[in-house]
Every structure is written in C-alpha cells, then in structure tokens.
C-alpha cells in the first residue's frame, strides 16, 4: 500500500457561520478506470467536504492509496498520482473535520490488513457511542492510529470472533451507534452500509456497461454517467463482488428518520434524496415561506449560493421580482492571510458584495437557508443597508437552529447557536433587519411532501431544530461537554 502526504492548509477564516457538511463517500466496483472515476465523484461531492480528501483502489495484488489534504482537484492532479492507484475497484472520500487540526492520520479511506486481508473503509456520519467503545477497546489491548470514530469499526471487526468479513462487519456494527454509511472494499467484494435510520444518505448506481457505483448523493452518479438504481435502504448492507449484488437487512426493523437539513443546505441541488428533487424542494420551501410570512417589498434576494433555490421559490409565490442583489466570489478557498481585526472585519467583502444596481432605493427580503451563529448575517444585512437599501427584510428557508447535531455534522454548542439564546425580535435586533422570519416546522415538511410534522414520530431527523434526538448520544454527558465534543473531535 503506499501512501502520500501534504502540508496542513488554513481554511479561510471568513466563512464561519454556516453549518458544515458531513463527509462524502464513493466507490465503484470492477471498471478498469476504477481510481479516475472515484477522483470524478468526488468531485461532485466536494460540497460535503472540502479539508482532505482519499482513494483506495484494489489491483488483484495490494491496495494502493493516495491521501493528502486539499481539495480532490488539488490532490488528484497528475498521472504520477492517478498511476498510483491501480485497480479495476475503488472507494474514495472528501472530508471536513469537525474540530480541531485536519491531520493526514485522520483523512479517509482508512485501512487496515487484518487477519482476513486488507481492508479499507470509509465513513460519512458519527458515532455517538464511540468514547465508551474506544476506552474498552484501548484498555484490551487495541492501539489506534487516528482519532477518526471510523477507525472503532476495523478494531472490532479486527477484534470479532467471527470468521468472515461480513459477520464481522455486522458484529461490529451491532456494538455501534449512530448515524452512518460507510462503503468499504476487501479483496473479494465492495460494501455499502446506511444506518438503521437512514439519517445518513447513501445510493446505488449502475454504468452503461454494468459496474454497480456506491456514492452519497446522485450527483456524483451523473458526472461518471451511472445510472440511478435505488436508494440503500435504512439498515441495510449492499455486497457488491463477482456474483452480482447482494442485500441483506441484519438490524431490527426502526421507522426511518433520514437528515431533513440534506433538503435544506448539504446536498447539492442537482441532486435526487430520498425520492425528491433537491432544488425543487428548496423553491417549495421558499413558497411556503412566502405564505407563511410575506410581507411588502419592492425584491427578493437570495443570499448565495445556498438561498437561490428558496428566493426563487419565494419571489414566485410572493409575485416579487428575484434579484441577484449580492454577487459571490467563487474563488475565495483557502488562504495563508493570518488577518488583523481591520481585515477580518473587511473579510465577507471576499465572498460577497453587493449589487448596487438592484438595492438602492429598495425594500429588499433576503432570502438565506439558516442561521447559525449570525455573524454573517448581520455582516450581509450591514453590506446591503450601505448599498442603499430602505427595508431589510430577512426570511428563512429553515426553522431557527437551536440545538447542536451530533450525528455527523458540524455545529457549535448550543450556547454559540442564535436562535437557542435569543428570542426572534432579539435575534433580529442582533442582524439588524427590519423583519425576520423563519418557516415553521409544518411549512418544510410539507415542502419535502409531507402533510405535516408527526410529532409522535417524526418523518426525518430535526434534532437541530427540536432537540428530538432519535439515536441516543451514550457519549454526551448532558450538554454540550467540550471534553466530549473534542475527543468526538474528528467524526467525519
């Protein structure tokens, strides 16, 4: 197996407040351009994670690896590398790290050689038990190598008294909880697992020419020309080797509660999740918004990119024109700038400015797709009021966020969210708009196709705005603990 490295880089320090993405995963089974297409499917996954990214290929001799942090363009980016990872099978990954340094020991896919062959793995959720099966692991004897909860899943598949791969895999995934898919690849086959609640999303794929592709979402089909097969099921495994594919369900049967926030932010909009159209759900919810609370102006604006979607959807139902009023800079990325207080002040100019044009004289709604900490907001309400507007008014395409999520992705603790310390007119006192809105829990399920939330059980998971947890945290001690959140540090 070889491996390769890279320098550390500085994540730009003006884009802090939003909630980050969990991870993406991919995997093809058996096509001879198995390492090319991986590197294309991460690609279309980079949204989901852009600290480090990794492959794994399979040649019939060894596992052949490349990792290294950056994003996939910046790592995969030679025939030197590409040659690297020979092999007809491959799984691969993008990562964001949740807390502390991103560091190469922790960037996916793992692997490991254990007594049955080697083993790679790669992981997109979190595991909220995994303090307390770390510490028994540890003191019998097990050393680790990361600080990934992932790397939990091969100690006990490594520590299980069964004989095959995969009754080792389902013991140890038995011994776990959380919200997770994984795709993993052995010598003889290529595994897909979604969680019993589907919180996190996995689907399955097929090429023209028959290879069967796992990945996140199907974007990442599209790019390499997959065809969408279906959705892996809560609770299921998905065995892909020479016989063809195989699925088994070896968890008791639980009501499904996959991530409703995947509609909302994380997935790309071109995507297809759970049976619906992304970008399609975005203008409904911003249509229900529109109802909900719509108020006289003169333009919607979204705040881009993540607002488009629900602005449009908005200024339909509010019949007010849409506007690009605030213009994004693509190209901000990464930057080695260790900014003074001026600059940083100065900082969202680097991803945002306004758009004169058409703010000034203005009623404007800005329409965004949360609020997490509110400095970006309030940042963006001040770039709009200097370009001129009347009336700001801001609508969001969420309910308020209020709780920390603990399932895979990146929130701060509840003390640093808005809306869990502050009452509506106070939080918009705090952004200093002239209105704030956000939609209610009943408008966005019935924008993902539902008649409403069911409070007695809930169609998907919304811990981040009820604090309905539905898998219980065995490793939160009752709040936010900052020693459990830092040695959860690099959930991915």
């Known amino acids: 197996m070889t491996d390769h490295t890279a320098e550390p880089l500085r994540t730009s320090p003006y884009d802090d407040d939003k909630l980050r993405e969990e991870c993406g995963i991919f995997g093809v089974w058996r096509h001879p351009d198995a390492a090319r297409l991986a590197v294309l499917g991460l690609h279309a996954l980079q949204h989901r994670g852009q600290e480090a990214a990794g492959i794994v290929a399979w040649d019939e001799r060894r596992f052949n690896t490349h990792r290294a942090l950056g994003h996939v363009g910046d790592i995969f980016n030679s025939e030197r590398v590409m040659a690297s990872l020979a092999g007809q099978s491959a799984i ?9 340094d991103t560091v190469l020991r922790n960037v996916q896919p793992l692997f490991a050689d254990l007594s049955f062959g080697g ?19 540890v003191t019998s004897g097990c050393i680790f190598q990361s600080t990934s909860d992932t790397e939990i899943i091969i100690h006990l598949m490594a520590t299980s008294s069964y004989v095959t791969v995969l009754d080792r895999m389902i013991d140890a995934l038995r ?47 599209d790019i390499i020309g997959a065809a969408f097969v279906r959705d892996v099921a809560p609770g299921e495994i998905v065995i892909v080797n020479q016989n ?4 088994i369900q070896p968890f008791p049967i639980a009501k499904r509660r996959p991530c409703i926030f995947e509609h909302i932010y994380f997935a790309r909009p071109d995507s297809v999740v759970d049976g619906h159209a992304v970008y399609d759900v975005r203008k409904r919810i911003g249509a229900e918004l529109a109802r909900e609370s719509g108020i006289s102006a003169d333009v919607v604006i979204p705040v881009p990119d993540s607002g488009v979607p629900a602005a449009i959807g908005y ?58 900490r509110g400095t970006t907001s309030s940042k963006i309400v001040q770039m709009v009021r200097e370009a001129g507007a009347l009336e700001v008014h801001m609508r969001i395409a969420s309910p308020p966020t209020t709780h920390s999520c603990f399932y895979g992705v990146d929130t ?58 539905p898998i219980p945290l065995t490793d939160h001690w009752g709040g936010d603990h900052p020693a459990q959140l830092s040695l959860l540090a690099e959930r991915g």
């Open 175 to 221: 011994q776990i909880e959380g919200a997770y898919s994984l795709v993993a690849l052995t010598e003889q086959a290529m595994i897909g697992v979604r969680d019993p609640l589907g919180v996190r999303p996995l689907v399955l794929g097929r090429m023209p020419s028959g290879e069967v592709v796992l990945a996140s979402e199907t974007c990442a089909l």
């Open 315 to 372: 200024a339909a139902e509010a019949g007010i024109p849409f506007e690009l009023g605030i213009i994004r800079n693509h190209y901000v990325g990464r930057t080695f700038i260790e900014p003074t207080d001026h600059i940083r002040h100065l900082g969202v100019k680097l991803k945002h400015n306004a758009n004169r044009a058409q703010i000034e004289g203005k009623r404007v709604i800005l329409v965004d797709d949360s609020i997490v």
């Open 92 to 100: 691969g990954h993008v990562r964001y790290a949740t807390f502390g």
């Open 412 to 469: 701060p603790e509840r003390s640093k969210l808005l809306a869990a310390t502050m009452t509506l007119e106070e939080m918009a006192k705090f952004i200093h708009v002239d209105s704030l809105a956000f939609i209610s829990m009943d408008g966005l399920y019935r924008a993902v196709g539902e008649t409403k939330r069911n409070s007695e059980h809930p169609q998907y998971c919304d811990a981040c705005f009820t604090g309905d947890y």
């Open 119 to 137: 083993f790679a793995i790669a992981h997109n959720g979190n595991l909220t038990n995994a303090l307390a099966i770390r510490r028994r692991l």
């Open 244 to 247: 063809g594919i195989e699925s």
